[in-house]
C-alpha cells in the first residue's frame, strides 16, 4: 500500500507564501498521475492542480498566476508553490496520486491564511 504524506502547511498572513510537499512511501512517481487538493470547512473537496506523468499541468481557475506545482520523479516528490496568498485559500490541502485508475491520498495538511 502506497501512502502518501504532506508537510508544509501553517498559518501564513495574505499575500504571503507557502511551500507543500508530498512524499511517496515508494517509486510511484513515473507512473502516477499526481495532484493537489483542498477542502474548506463545509465544503467539497476541490481540484487545486494536477500534473500528469508526461508533466501536462492543469490549475483550478482560483489559483493560476499564484500556485505552481511541481514533480521530482527521481525523489518521489510532488510539491506545490503557493504565493499571494488570500484568505480563502484557507483549507486542509491533500495529496493524491492516481495509479492506474486507483486513487490515493494523504493525510492532509492545514494551510491556513490570515487577513
Known amino acids: 500500500q502506497v501512502q502518501l504524506v504532506e508537510s508544509g502547511g501553517g498559518l501564513v498572513q495574505a499575500g504571503g507564501s507557502l511551500r507543500l510537499s508530498c512524499a511517496a512511501s515508494?517509486?510511484?512517481?513515473?507512473?502516477?498521475?499526481m495532484g493537489w487538493y483542498r477542502q474548506a470547512p463545509g465544503k467539497q473537496r476541490e481540484l487545486v492542480a494536477t500534473?500528469?506523468?508526461?508533466?501536462?499541468?492543469n490549475y483550478a481557475d482560483s489559483v493560476k498566476g499564484r500556485f505552481t506545482i511541481s514533480r521530482d520523479n527521481a525523489k518521489n516528490t510532488l510539491s506545490l508553490q503557493m504565493s499571494n496568498l488570500k484568505p480563502e485559500d484557507t483549507a486542509v490541502y491533500y495529496c493524491?496520486?492516481?495509479?492506474?485508475?486507483?486513487?490515493?491520498w494523504g493525510q492532509g495538511t492545514q494551510v491556513t491564511v490570515s487577513s
Open positions: 493524491n496520486a492516481e495509479i492506474l485508475g486507483t486513487n490515493v
Open positions: 515508494r517509486n510511484i512517481f513515473s507512473v502516477a498521475h
Open positions: 500534473i500528469t506523468t508526461s508533466a501536462r499541468i
